[in-house]
């Protein structure tokens, strides 16, 4: 008996430095060490104040697969669960406004339905916003250079000015507009207006940005992501009613920074091991009376 209790014994001993093992070869990560190695990858410092930071979960729950995107929509949020992951890393705000302030939402039934959800499938959701355009290259404009295929067309490390073979507005918002399948491009100035210069500015880096690259000499073509229709609109169109060689094309936000993200979850993969990291794509978050689904 003494000799099947000792056996015993060993095989349970055994059994626990199987399963410990089995832990280390799986590469078992908590949320905020997956967040770590990321803050290890980059080569910028992280800064204190900053919008990149845990908006729901607990981050030091073990990590089952890491979802990337551009928001953390409810489209977003089922599809991670649907596929076993419950750290979502995103590049944008998840309720409604820059910080992530709820203060104003506490009895907005949106927001609640949306955090009921999150909490039922005990989802982490982490914005990844700053220091992913901070870190040298931006990861958002490498991932949209990318896309676009204008790596050959880039004159220097910025990725913000390019320059193309003579053509016109309108033929290159059409070839732009079968990258981006899922934008609603806006275009404003003369379609027939021939140039070679193009500045990118994706996101909404904001109209004196914008208007800061079309002032200088250089630029002819803005290809940007959204703006205030009364300002970097307005500016562009009295510079072509002025005769000035000077046109834009607004992507929308989404598509103008997307692939930035599909690339993040390329990026993660070089250091997150034996944990699966997918990206979802959003896509557009409305549609146009030209595209209505007929009944």
């Avoid at 599809?79 to 750290?87: D, E, H, I, K, S």
């Avoid at 039934?109 to 355009?133: C, G």
């Avoid at 507009?177 to 379609?191: C, E, F, H, N, T």
Wanted: charged share 20%.
């Amino acid at each position: 008996m003494k000799l099947i209790g000792a056996c015993l014994i060993l095989l349970i001993f055994a059994s626990s430095r199987q399963l410990r093992a089995s832990s280390v070869v799986t590469g078992t990560l908590t949320a905020r060490q997956i967040v770590a190695q990321m803050q290890q990858n980059l080569n910028c410092t992280w800064s204190q104040e900053t919008v990149d930071t845990f908006k729901s979960g607990n981050p030091d729950d073990m990590v089952t697969g890491v979802a990337v995107s551009m928001f953390a929509n409810m489209e977003t949020l089922r599809q991670a669960v649907a596929q076993n992951c419950n750290l979502i890393i995103v590049h944008e705000p998840t309720f409604y406004n820059h910080l992530d302030n709820t203060d104003k939402l506490e009895d907005n039934p949106v927001y609640l339905k949306k955090l009921e959800y999150i909490k039922k499938h005990n989802l982490i959701i982490f914005r990844f916003h700053d220091h992913w355009h901070k870190t040298v290259p931006d990861g958002i404009y490498v991932g949209m250079v990318d896309k676009l295929g204008w790596k050959a067309n880039q004159l220097d490390k910025s990725m913000l000015f390019f320059k193309f073979d003579e053509q016109t507005v309108g033929g290159f918002a059409q070839k732009l507009q079968a990258k981006l399948k899922g934008s609603q491009l806006r275009i404003v100035g003369d379609p027939l207006m021939r140039f070679t210069n193009v500045a990118l500015a994706v996101g909404a880096p904001g109209s004196e940005s914008h208007i800061n690259l079309l002032t200088g000499e250089f630029t002819e073509l803005l290809v940007a992501g959204e703006a205030q229709e009364w300002e970097t609109y307005q500016y562009v169109l009295d510079a072509s009613m002025l005769g000035m060689k000077k046109a834009a094309i607004f992507t929308g936000h989404i598509p103008s920074e997307e692939a930035g993200m599909e690339y993040c979850a390329t990026w993660m993969k070089t250091f997150v091991k034996d944990i699966p990291v997918i990206y979802l794509e959003n896509g557009s978050a409305y549609w146009s009376v030209q595209n209505t689904p007929k009944p």
